[in-house]
């Protein structure tokens, strides 16, 4: 569940102020294991999947404040590595905040008048979901920004209209992902299946291994298509992003045997995640990454991890 700071009576009841601004930090997401089965129409071509999600707290920051009535949206992006949507053909309609703004407005019978900031550190088009995570983190500002409390299924079933990623990420934590991802079962703190997870070493520190280089998630798919999974592949997407990003293969292979306890490629990559259970084994995949340039970046961070909604309110 998406965790919450700002006070329970700082707003939403009569004689409370409403919130001015809102800011949600939402996780980027890896998958522990991604079982892809066959693509169906109905879907638009998506793939049935079988996943156990994983967030983690490599975050994106979304700030939303109200506009004046009739004022429309905006969107101003900042971080030092926003890939394609730093060119200027990116277009900000296209942004998966903006969609979810528009989804969200729509749903509420509300008009999309709200400022967008997202500060941007997960990595872009990198296998991470960071553009669901921007989208989820979008939907959790607009539910208190707007003052809807709506429950968390019904900002699953929004999420779910963009995106196979995005109702994952609007609760974060572990989760097992069916249908085309969408179908979220909770693995909540405590069950046993969390404890397996935890006790199979899924869990406290990783290793980001990260590109410039972007992979396409449709062209991955097609990929997995023509070459199938690789033999034990726990992510059946990662022989087909492979066969796109070799470096992630190689990356994989130093992890591995450096020690890490997992690792993988993310999702649909090009990005790798490696679990490192001891400070000395951390030491020695980021020390073999470093000396082999098998990565470009190396981004530290803890699993699993849930959004946080801060909650500023009108003076
Ligand atoms: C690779 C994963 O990140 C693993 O969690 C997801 O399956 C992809 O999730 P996503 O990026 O949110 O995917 P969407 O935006 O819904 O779909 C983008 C494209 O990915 C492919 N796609 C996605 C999900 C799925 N179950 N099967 C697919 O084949 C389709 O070509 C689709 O047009
Ligand atoms: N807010 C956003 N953040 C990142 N990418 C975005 C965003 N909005 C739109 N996009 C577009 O979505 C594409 C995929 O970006 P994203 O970072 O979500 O990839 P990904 O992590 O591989 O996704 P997934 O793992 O969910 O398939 C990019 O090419 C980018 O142009």
Same mark, same amino acid.
């Given at each position: 569940m998406p965790s919450r700071t700002?006070? $329970?009576? /700082?707003?939403?009841? $009569?004689?409370?102020? +409403?919130?001015?601004?809102? +800011?949600?930090?939402?996780? /980027?997401?890896?998958?522990?294991?991604?079982?892809?089965?066959?693509?169906?129409?109905?879907?638009?071509?998506?793939?049935?999947? $079988?996943?156990?999600?994983?967030?983690?707290?490599?975050?994106?920051t979304v700030t939303a404040c109200e506009k004046p009535a009739g004022s429309g949206f905006s969107l101003d992006l900042a971080g030092e590595h926003l890939g394609d949507l730093a060119s200027s053909s990116s277009d900000?309609?296209?942004?998966?905040?903006?969609? /979810?703004?528009?989804?969200?407005?729509e749903e509420a019978g509300r008009e999309p008048d709200v400022a967008l900031t997202i500060d941007k550190r997960i990595p872009v088009g990198a296998g991470l979901a960071g553009g669901s995570a921007d989208a989820a983190a979008t939907i959790l500002a607009l539910n208190a920004l707007w003052e809807l409390d709506w429950p968390l299924d019904r900002l699953r079933k929004v999420a779910a209209t963009l995106g196979a990623d995005m109702p994952f990420c609007v609760a974060g934590g572990y989760a097992r992902g069916t249908g085309y991802g969408e179908v979220i079962t909770p693995i909540l703190p405590g069950s046993d299946e969390e404890r397996a997870l935890r006790d199979a070493g899924y869990a406290g520190a990783v290793l980001v291994g990260a590109y410039q280089a972007q992979l396409s998630t449709p062209e991955v798919y097609a990929a997995f298509d023509a070459v199938g999974a690789g033999e034990g592949d726990r992510n059946h997407l990662q022989q087909a992003a492979i066969s796109l990003h070799p470096r992630s293969g190689r990356a994989v292979e130093e992890a591995l045997a450096a020690g890490a306890s997992h690792a993988f490629v993310s999702g649909s990559g090009p990005s790798v995640v490696a679990f490192t259970p001891t400070p000395a084994i951390r030491h020695d995949v980021l020390a073999a990454w470093e000396r082999s340039k098998a990565v470009d970046r190396i981004i530290a961070a803890q699993a699993p991890a849930v959004p946080t909604v801060s909650v500023t309110v009108a003076r």
């Open positions: 700002g006070g $329970d009576n /700082a707003y939403g009841h $009569d004689g409370r102020r +409403s919130p001015a601004m809102v +800011s949600v930090d939402c996780p /980027a997401k890896t998958n522990l294991t991604l079982e892809v089965g066959p693509s169906h129409a109905k879907w638009g071509g998506r793939h049935e999947l $079988d996943t156990i999600y994983c967030a983690l707290d490599l975050t994106d900000m309609r296209r942004n998966h905040a903006v969609l /979810a703004l528009f989804a969200m407005a």
